[in-house]
């Protein structure tokens, strides 16, 4: 299913970009080792296809949402959102920290993320909310 999900991810994220709909999609890219991503700022259509998503997605990504919005001015952003992050953004949101039109979220349902070492992640295993609870689209 995560093959699905992120074939349907670079897809979407090379669309939204050539279309100028957005300036940024915020995701996941292979880090340094074969376990391991990390948060990626895609700015071309190009460069889409480097979006990663597998079980090793580990990083929440909503912590760079109102950096990169500060930083795109009139632009908009594509944020990868599952559970975690969108109950985060929700959060800022309602906070006043960032306007939801701000942004475009794309949402994942998760399937729980798991360890270099191949084991589940605790916070992972205590999800009660896999799905995204806010999102503009929703992949798979």
């Known amino acids: 299913m995560t093959a699905a999900i992120q074939d349907a991810l670079r897809a979407r994220a090379g669309e939204l970009l050539s279309s100028g709909a957005v300036t940024m999609v915020i995701g996941w890219g292979q880090g340094r080792f ?3 991503t990390t948060p990626l700022f895609v700015t071309t259509a190009e460069q889409a296809s480097e979006l990663v ?3 090793y997605c580990v990083n929440t990504l909503a912590k760079y ?7 795109a001015g009139e632009g908009k952003i594509a944020v990868c959102v599952r559970g975690c992050e969108s109950r985060a953004i929700n959060r800022m949101i309602a906070d006043n920290q960032l306007n939801r039109e701000q942004v475009h979220l794309i ?7 798991t360890s270099r070492q191949g084991q ?3 916070k992972c295993e205590a999800c009660t909310h896999a799905d995204p609870l806010i999102y503009d689209e929703l992949l798979g």
Do not use: T
């Open 120 to 122: 589940p992640l605790a």
């Open 65 to 71: 949402v109102i950096r990169e919005v500060a930083l």
């Open 34 to 36: 074969e376990h391991q």
């Open 53 to 55: 998503f597998d079980q």
């Open 107 to 113: 949402g994942i349902p998760c399937p729980g993320m």
